[in-house]
């Protein structure tokens, strides 16, 4: 992106970024080869359907063949972590069918909960400011979360709960089919790229994992940006990392 034109700036003023002019300094990604065309899920027995199986005990779900209707229909009636006991609604997740990007955040917060969309609120409305200063509208990409259930006292996502949404996230990803998936602060980044790294040295760069052949970039959360106005300006140059990968 070369020139902003007005209306972007607007929005980049709703951010708090005070200097539009972009960073001289390039970030240079460390591109790293996919080693699985598709997504791979755990398939179920023969003798369970993916609707039994969400009272069967078991840990993950067969969500490969579902479409849209069964996905969603199925996920608001899991029951495969105890997250269910606690939750007023499932969030399933909203946008474009057909995104090239993709917006993983970490989980629903009590507002999410109560209104079953992601990132309603503040944070909704920052992403939203930070979206359309790289020219999407937000009905224009799709947001979901790594967990569909509100977690108590919000605290990070377990394996074990991430683990039970997995396959729905992953089917998801397979439906939509974006270009690039970008994840949203250090909890959503370590929990889809399965690491232990510090989102400063995910920040940068692509990345593929096993199940997932789509590029993967990480920037900071919205929530933590409201916390930390002072580092709106590397999520800017994430949002330009970002156009630059789609462009090419």
């Known amino acids: 992106m070369t020139r902003l034109d007005n209306r972007r700036l607007a ?10 002019v972009p960073s001289q300094e390039v970030i240079k990604p460390e591109v790293e080869t996919p080693t699985a065309p598709h997504i791979k899920v755990q398939p179920a027995s023969e003798e369970t359907t993916p609707v039994e199986a969400l009272t069967s005990g078991t840990v993950s779900i067969d969500a490969s063949l579902m479409d849209w209707t069964a996905l969603q229909a199925t996920v608001s009636t899991c029951t495969l972590c105890d997250l269910h006991q606690s939750r007023f609604q499932t969030v399933f997740g909203t946008g474009s069918h057909s995104a090239d990007v993709l917006i993983v955040g970490e989980a629903p917060g009590a507002d999410e909960d109560k209104q079953g969309e992601p990132f309603v609120g503040q944070a909704g409305q920052l992403l939203t400011a930070m979206l359309k200063a790289i020219g999407f509208e937000r009905n224009e990409v799709y947001i979901a979360n790594i967990l569909k259930c509100h977690p108590p006292q919000n605290h990070d996502p377990s394996a074990e709960e991430a683990e039970a949404c997995r396959a729905y996230l992953n089917r998801q990803i397979e439906l939509i089919q974006p270009k690039i998936i970008l994840a949203l602060g250090r909890v959503a980044a370590q ?33 933590y940006l409201l916390r930390a106005p002072q580092e709106k300006r590397k999520a800017w140059e994430d949002l330009q990392f970002l156009m630059s990968k789609l462009s090419s």
């Open 11 to 20: 929005y980049l003023d709703a951010m708090g970024i005070d200097v539009w």
């Open 191 to 223: 929990q889809l790229l399965k690491t232990n790294t510090s989102l400063a040295r995910l920040r940068g760069k692509q990345h593929y994992i096993d199940d997932i052949s789509v590029p993967i970039l990480v920037t900071y959360h919205p929530a």
